[in-house]
């Protein structure tokens, strides 16, 4: 597939460009887009093409969970089997921002977005284009790294179109994004432990968590 790169404002992005992107997101494709650390390919995590596309786009394992974006905490709550009082200690704490959380997904969450393990991570980023496309969409998208499996992240939107030009349908290109990657802390089960550490400290969420 021909990849288009169009140019964006990250603080105050072009509607046309929002709307093209959503247009994208709704029929299925794969776009790459900036968020408030990183760049994520983004694609509806409730459309199985969508999902296969996204795989194969990385060359990721189908094993593998797709974390989400969501645009608020109500959005988040729709998509988890049960939600707890972590859960919104931590959102109120952390959200908007880097922290993704992983969850026991409900039961209208496809099992191959979930990497059929029955768990998703969320997170609610700080990004105006994250939220400029969510609104026009009004769901949750996948949102995983912008690279192939086993490369480094990309960070400015011609390194993603040099490294996934024919794999996607867009990228929005904001320049360079020098941002710490989200932290990974999975509260799916009795304990809660960090997955991947990044702009959130283990501390941090330790601090947070003794409210509970």
Known sequence: ????LIEIDPLSPDAGALDRAAEIVRAGGVIAIPTDALYALVADP???RAIREVYRAKGREINRALPLLVADMLMAEDLAREVTPRFRLLAR????????MILEAAAGVPLRATGNTGRLGVRHAESAV?????ARLGQAVIATS???SGHPTCRSGIEVFGMMDGRVDLVLDAGFLGGVGATTVDISGTDWRVIKEG??????????????
């Open 146 to 148: 912008a690279n192939i």
């Open 1 to 4: 597939m021909p990849t288009d």
């Open 199 to 212: 702009a959130v400290s283990e501390r941090d969420l330790a601090e947070c968590l003794d409210l509970e």
């Open 46 to 48: 409730f459309n199985l």
């Open 130 to 134: 994250v939220d400029g496309l969510l």
């Open 93 to 100: 704490r952390f959200w908007p921002g880097p922290l993704t």
